[in-house]
């Protein structure tokens, strides 16, 4: 079974653009959640889709939005990116509320 | 809100014990979970505890105690490769994970 894949694995964005990341679970997982993880912050969680509908949200800002798709693929969105947002963003998938799976991250630089 | 509290960092000796504690506090506890991650890698599951007690899995074991809020990872016959940084995380009954700082073990040999 493949495991989680997320894309872009490495990102550059000025301060004020947006950002979209993408995340693709373990089939038949229809738990997708969001973490960014910071060496001051720890891992913080952002949000949780399943089966299309936003389950749990984290305390980010609005700017931080996301979607998930019939096919349980997972988008996250940053708009008007500020250089805290320079992090690793981690997708992470699961059957339901069992063990997640991460998938590789996505490291995001706000310059 | 949800507070977990473990130890920033441990040292260790190739083929010993080591014990990572974490305590938390939550409401609408559901389960709790650790996992390893190695530098510059992305988090591994490595056990969940519900109920109370000991959960063995190979060299690592996990314990639970819900009237106290603590859990801890033990891991037995450390390896080189057991350096890595252990997370703690608590599941709620909504089903939102929140995780520890985080615990970076070092094995020395």
């Known amino acids: 079974k493949a495991g989680v894949t997320q894309t872009p694995r490495y990102l550059i964005k000025t301060r004020g653009q947006q950002v979209t990341l993408s995340c693709s679970p373990i089939s038949g997982h229809r738990s997708v959640s969001w973490y960014q993880q910071t060496p001051g912050q720890g891992l913080q969680f952002l949000f949780e889709y399943f089966s299309e509908t936003q389950r749990n949200k984290g305390n980010f800002p609005g700017r931080f939005s996301g979607r998930q798709f019939s096919n349980s693929r997972s988008e996250m969105n940053v708009s008007t990116l500020e250089l805290g947002d320079s992090a690793l963003y981690l997708c992470a998938s699961s059957p339901d509320r069992d063990e997640q799976f991460f998938g590789p991250g996505t490291r995001l630089t706000v310059l | 809100g949800q507070n977990i509290d473990q130890p920033t960092e441990m040292t260790a000796t190739e083929g010993a014990i080591v014990q990572i504690n974490c305590t938390y506090q939550?409401?609408?506890?559901?389960?709790l979970f650790w996992y390893q991650q190695h530098a510059g890698e992305a988090p591994t599951f490595l056990s969940y505890n519900v109920l109370d007690g000991l959960e063995e899995k190979g060299r690592f074991s996990s314990f639970l105690s819900r009237s106290k809020g603590y859990s801890y990872l033990l891991l037995k016959e450390l390896q080189m490769k057991d350096s890595a940084s252990y997370l703690c995380a608590v599941r709620t009954n909504a089903g939102k994970s929140t995780f520890g700082d985080g615990t970076t073990l070092t094995v020395k040999p």
């Open positions: 939550t409401s609408g506890f559901n389960g």
